[in-house]
Each structure stands twice: as C-alpha cells, then as structure tokens.
C-alpha cells in the first residue's frame, strides 16, 4: 500500500468513526486533555493533529509533537520537574509511534516510567501506534503500554483509548 493509499484509507475510517460517534458533539471532556505524541512520519503526525485539535477540539497547545522518540524524552523528563516543582503532571496521555529514529517509543516509555518511578511521580497513561499487525508485538507491548492501537488510529479508537485517561 502507498502511503497516499494510507492517508486516503484513513481520511475514510475518520468519516465512518464520525458518523457512529454518539459522543462527537457532546463529550466536552477531551477539550481539557494535554497531550505528548511522537511520531516520526510527518504524515501521521499531520493525521493525529487534525484528529485532535478538530476532531477532539483539543486546544493546540495541550498538545507537544515530538519527531522522535529521543526528544520525546526530554519532553517528558522535563514534565518531571515541572511535577516536582508544581505537583502538577501537564501530559496526560502519551501517544508514540513504535518505530522511530533515535529511540523507539516502547523503550522510550519504558525509560521515562522507571525515573518517573524512582522520583514517585504519577506516569501519564500511555497509547503506542504501530503499523504491525503482529497479536504477540501487541501482548509484549502492553506489559509496558496502557494501550495499543494500530494505525491509522480511528476516531473511536482514540475515544476510547480517552475516556481512560
């Protein structure tokens, strides 16, 4: 499949999840998520922008894109002083890719809950992406992951991954 193939495939599984979202319209609490993602591919990236900020009505800047899983863990280790600092934990939730250059997102999170652990801070809950449709990837990763959607995530897939967080 060519990544256009993709992008057109999930532009069509959008407008399917809108039309069977009940709580599309009504569910408000999403508006108040703050949210990291990582994601490599710019297209994907673009994808879960316009999920969130129209979709999801998430304001632009409870939302951190990260390019990699490297500067993803920056993000998050200095959303571990600012806890420190403020007891209050901006991410909520985590999206990452699971292949990305630099640091991949399972060792990524991995890394980040074992510090956040050892400084007894409360871990964002978290959702990996991946394009592998691999039943036993999916069973590792959740050994280190709350949830586990393949991409391209759906809106309903997203919502419900949300209504956890």
């Given amino acids: 499949m060519k990544l256009g193939q993709s992008t057109a495939a999930a532009v069509t599984h959008k407008k399917l999840d809108l039309a069977k979202s009940e709580s599309f319209i009504t569910n408000s609490s999403f508006r108040k998520l703050s949210i990291l993602v990582a994601e490599d591919d710019d297209l994907q990236r673009e994808y879960l922008k316009s999920l969130l900020v129209h979709d999801f009505k998430i304001p632009l800047e409870n939302i951190k894109f990260c390019v990699d899983g490297e500067q993803a863990k920056i993000a998050l280790l200095e959303n571990l002083q600012r806890c420190k600092n403020s007891e209050s934990n901006f991410f909520q939730l985590v999206i990452t890719d699971y292949h990305?250059?630099?640091?991949?997102?399972i060792d990524m999170i991995k890394y980040c809950k074992d510090v956040y652990k050892k400084e007894e801070v409360k871990f964002p809950k978290t959702l990996l992406l991946t394009a592998i449709r691999d039943d036993r990837l999916k069973k590792s990763c959740l050994n280190q992951m709350d949830h586990f959607l393949e991409k391209p995530p759906t809106y309903l897939g997203l919502e419900?991954?949300?209504?956890?967080v």
């Fill in 100 to 105: 990305m250059p630099i640091l991949n997102g």
């Fill in 160 to 164: 419900e991954v949300f209504k956890t």
